[in-house]
């Protein structure tokens, strides 16, 4: 069992809300890595930041994805960050990974003083450049298709996704 798609971009890219859309589109489940690991800690991620670390957030940010690579056949959300671990990225490989990207200005737009995102509380906009920019090659480099967001309703993102999806 594999996921249909991995939907994978950085903040303000548009997962969850394409993800969710591009599943009904192709009438299967949609699952987010992000409410696994709040699930499975019993608290949101700003709290697992701040009470346990990022290191502890990404241990359990593996275990979720590796899980959900496994034993979800729908439509898979990952986190922003998830890219950055190594083991992930190996298991994404011979899975259809679309890539979200988005300009600075859309991001910020749509991610804009998020108290949900624990990385972007100072200087939201500079962070979020810095993590687009180091961020973009580990993108890249999982990526089986890449989808731009920017200025672009989420249906439309979706119905390229899917048109991709059948090529």
Do not use: C, W
């Amino acid at each position: 069992m594999k996921p249909r798609a991995v939907i994978v971009g950085p903040p303000g890219s548009g997962k969850t809300t394409v993800g969710s859309l591009l599943a009904q589109a192709l009438g299967v489940s949609f699952r987010d890595t992000d409410t696994d690991i709040v699930e499975r800690a019993g608290k949101p991620i700003p709290d697992i930041f701040i009470d346990d670390g990022e290191e502890h957030f990404r241990a359990l940010e593996r275990e979720a994805v590796a899980a959900a690579l496994s034993d979800h056949d729908g439509v898979l959300a990952l986190g922003g960050g998830a890219v950055l671990a190594e083991p992930t990225r190996e298991l994404l490989a011979g899975h259809t990974v679309v890539y979200l990207t988005v300009d600075l200005s859309h991001a910020v737009a749509r991610v804009g003083l998020d108290q949900g995102r624990p990385l972007l509380a100072l200087n939201p906009r500079a962070t979020l450049r810095f993590l687009m920019e180091q961020r973009k090659p580990l993108y890249e480099q999982v990526a089986t298709h890449t989808v731009d967001t920017s200025g672009r309703t989420p249906e439309d993102a979706v119905a390229e996704i899917v048109s991709l999806l059948k090529s």
